[in-house]
């Protein structure tokens, strides 16, 4: 079991239905603790703006899953600290959402929609790997975001008080057109 299965964080993917053009994606992230919060720091993870252009989002065919949609991946250099929006805390079975919209120049929305199979692509979020350490959203466990200390923050969950959650998520199965 690794450390990042013990944090009582899910990911869910939904899709609104009240847009399918451009399609869109719902992510939401579920603090499952009965009773600790937890604060994350929100670059590179499910609820990163960003999180089309740096890598987190994988779409790809149905039947063929190395048949798998590019997209123009970020270096993104970050001011440092991190500012206050970029903490979020959730309390006991609180969630956040992000929705991310697919859109051009990002999304190549023709090439999507022919590698779709039924209408539908499949869609995995992937935040960290297990083979690196310093992948991964950095959350505090049992921390709001007022305890967490400015030098905390700045170590990026390099320091001790700090947890790297890594997740893949299930396939969803994201509708692109009509059907």
């Known amino acids: 079991m690794s450390a990042s299965s013990l944090i009582p ?27 600790d919060p937890i604060t994350l720091l929100t670059w590179s993870s499910p609820l990163d703006p960003l999180a089309l252009q740096l890598g987190l989002i994988h779409i790809s065919s149905p039947t063929n899953p190395s048949n ?25 079975g609180e969630e956040k959402r992000q929705e991310l919209v697919m859109r051009e120049p990002i999304v190549n929305l023709e090439m999507m929609k022919e590698m779709a199979e039924d209408g539908k692509v499949d869609v995995k979020v992937v935040c960290g790997r297990e083979d690196d350490e310093d992948s991964g959203v950095v959350v505090w466990l049992g921390k709001k975001r007022e305890e967490v200390s400015e030098e905390e923050v700045e170590l990026l969950g390099r320091g001790e008080e700090a947890s790297r959650w890594r997740v893949e998520s299930e396939l ?6 009509g059907a």
């Not at 440092?80 to 929006?85: C, F, I, K, S, V």
């Not at 969803?172 to 057109?177: E, H, L, N």
Request: hydrophobic share 40%; proline share 16%.
């Open 9 to 35: 964080l899910s990911l869910s993917i939904s899709q609104p239905t009240r847009s399918l053009s451009p399609p869109t994606l719902l992510l939401t992230l579920t603090n499952t603790s009965p009773s």
């Open 68 to 92: 798998k949609l590019d997209f123009p991946e970020l270096m993104i250099k970050r001011a440092m600290p991190p500012p206050e929006d970029a903490l979020v805390t959730l309390g006991p």
């Open 172 to 177: 969803f199965g994201m509708r692109v057109d």
